[in-house]
Nanobody, 123 residues
């Protein structure tokens, strides 16, 4: 039983900033890669950024230099700092995490998704 709860979405003007948070909770043994995806109306869900437990990151070309992903392993939380936002960044943002739940002797691995949070960039 693992849940990912997102927060931080909202309406922001072009050029503004927003910080998304996603906290994993439940019977967690370990959390592998965590990341953020987004889906705009009429478009497929796309990868925004990922981060490993050691801090290695990967970004979509469209957000490089503007977005930063980070995590707090002690809190099982991942963040997405979004700067210099553009109207084309408007989408529902989903948190994702590959989680090993249970114990060291009985674990279940699964890909979990947050509920999604709306980010709207408009003047």
């Amino acid at each position: 039983q693992v849940q990912l709860v997102e927060s931080g979405g909202g309406l922001v003007q072009p050029g503004g900033s927003l910080r998304l948070s996603c906290a994993a909770s439940g019977s967690i043994f370990s959390v592998n890669v965590m990341g953020w995806y987004r889906q705009a109306p009429g478009k497929e869900r796309e990868l925004v950024a990922t981060i490993t437990s050691r801090g290695s990151t990967n970004f979509a070309d469209s957000v490089k230099g503007r977005f930063t992903i980070s995590r707090d392993n002690a809190k099982n939380t991942v963040y997405l700092q979004m700067n210099s936002l553009k109207p084309e960044d408007t989408a529902v943002y989903y948190c994702n995490a590959y989680v090993y739940s249970g114990t060291a002797y009985a674990t279940r691995a699964a890909d979990y998704w947050g509920q999604g949070t709306q980010v709207t960039v408009s003047s």
